[in-house]
């Protein structure tokens, strides 16, 4: 009964963390006019499904090792803490907000382990060299990423605006084509990671009932998160992708290319060091970064403070949800 609960929730994780990521790979596509939203849909599609099917397992490993709780409760606290994660974006997609379902499923993850057995059921863990663990490790990681996509963001914008000053108009074929690639990068390198996140509560709940001797994904796992996580970014969203492609600052085809490649740096190297960081965060300071690159006058700066603040309550609010939760499942038989 846990174990099943535990793949119920994991995989209705993945398809919320696929709509509240379904900006990051067609926002820009979407906002500068380079495709329609249809077929940016089929292409978020097939490139998120590739991410979660070639992705390792180190952000998964990082994600099942926020919690120090065993047995039956183990599995309870992984269910709780993604389906916290799961009603507080449920609510924010519901009013159009870019949130991220990330610092939702770590506030979710350490309410539940808390009420399941106090701050010694929660891996504290840090920072290992590059490597982050624990729930400290990936706070820092999730804080950090989107200032590295932010300043990346910047830093292309600014490259290519020096390499194609004395372009002419026949320059935007290359740069149209850059955008399909660099928004291919972002859906390859978010379906790894947040589809990790995902594959790291099931698993974790296999390890913690015995169906696993050590952690591991297991193939179906993979394939069904990836599937059902692109399912996500392909059929929700829409609302989102209008904020974050044109409403935080309208992106013309070269600042949508420098945005995603920031991104796309950001989130490749979280992934190669096991950080589960928040994509949708990423895209978005990427994006912020590419306008203050020019002028600061030009981003939407009352919108940034609304989502910076869903980002700052998302995990006091998440951890509450994660342990009412938690006490829940104690009153199933």
């Known amino acids: 009964m846990v174990i099943a609960g535990a793949v119920v929730v994991g995989l209705v994780l993945a398809f919320v963390l696929g709509v509240s990521d379904a900006p990051n790979a067609s926002a820009a596509l979407v906002g500068t006019g380079t495709a329609r939203y249809g077929p940016a849909m089929v292409f978020s599609f097939v490139f998120h499904t590739a991410g979660g099917l070639v992705g390792g397992t180190a952000v998964a490993a990082t994600v099942a090792g926020m919690i120090n709780v065993s047995g039956h409760d183990a599995g309870s606290a992984y269910t709780a803490g993604a389906l916290a994660a799961v009603v507080f974006v449920l609510v924010a997609t519901r009013v159009g907000l870019p949130t991220s379902a990330s610092f939702g499923l770590v506030g979710g993850l350490v309410g539940a382990a808390f009420a399941a057995g106090g701050t010694s059921a929660i891996s504290w863990g840090g920072v290992d060299g590059l490597r982050p663990n624990g729930v400290v ?10 200032l590295i996509g932010a300043g990346a963001g910047a830093v292309t914008r600014r490259l290519l605006a020096i390499s194609m000053r004395r372009a002419s108009r026949r320059v935007m074929g290359p740069v149209r084509g850059g955008m399909w690639i660099a928004a291919a990068l972002v859906a390859l390198s978010d379906g790894s990671n947040d589809g990790q996140k995902a ?15 050590h952690f591991a994904v297991p193939w179906w796992v993979r394939v069904a998160v990836a599937v059902v996580l692109a399912s996500g970014t392909a059929l929700g969203g829409r609302r989102l992708i ?14 949508g290319l420098a945005a995603q490649a920031g991104a796309a740096f950001a989130v490749i190297g979280a992934g190669w060091a096991g950080a589960p960081v928040s994509t949708s965060s990423v895209v978005t300071a990427s994006v912020v970064g590419v306008g203050l690159e020019q002028r600061s006058r030009h981003v939407r700066w009352p919108l940034v403070g609304k989502t910076v603040t869903a980002w700052v309550v998302t995990v006091p609010v998440c951890a509450i949800l994660g342990a009412l939760a938690f006490l829940g499942t104690r009153l199933l038989p």
């Open 242 to 255: 209008k904020t974050v492609g044109r409403r935080l600052y309208r992106e013309r085809q070269l600042d």
């Open 137 to 146: 490790g990936a706070l820092v990681a999730m804080l950090v990423s989107p």
């Open 199 to 213: 594959m790291g509560i099931i698993a974790g709940a296999l390890v913690a009932d015995g169906s696993l001797r």
